[in-house]
């Protein structure tokens, strides 16, 4: 089993930045794959970002040039960084991990206001 952790979200302004944390723990040998999707009220949960343990990214097309992804092998964490946010930015964001199953943490609420 792999435990996934998550913090960092909050209230911000539009045009600000926020940055996502996201710790591993448990069967962290078995994931190469970690990212970060996310659900606003009333839609499907979408990806926003994913990682490989190679270091390999893909990013939606919503946050390109916005949002960074980030992860630390050695820590077992993968970073979101996300600057210039906009409302409909607005949504909880998981983090996810795939291994011998997917894993998802229990979610971080992100509003960022007009």
């Known amino acids: 089993q792999v435990q996934l952790v998550e913090s960092g979200g909050g209230l911000v302004q539009a045009g600000g930045s926020l940055r996502l944390f996201c710790a591993a723990s448990?069967?962290?040998?078995?994931?190469?794959?970690m990212g970060w999707y996310r659900q606003a009220p009333g839609k499907q949960r979408e990806l926003v970002a994913h990682?490989?343990?190679?270091?390999?990214?893909t990013y939606a097309d919503s946050v390109k040039g916005r949002f960074t992804i980030s992860r630390d092998n050695a820590k077992n964490t993968v970073n979101l960084q996300m600057n210039s946010l906009k409302y409909d930015d607005t949504a909880v964001y998981y983090c996810?991990?795939?291994?011998?199953?997917?894993?998802w943490g229990q979610g971080t609420l992100v509003t960022v206001s007009e």
């Open positions: 990682i490989t343990s190679g270091g390999r990214t």
């Open positions: 448990g069967s962290i040998f078995s994931i190469y794959a």
């Open positions: 996810n991990a795939i291994g011998r199953t997917e894993y």
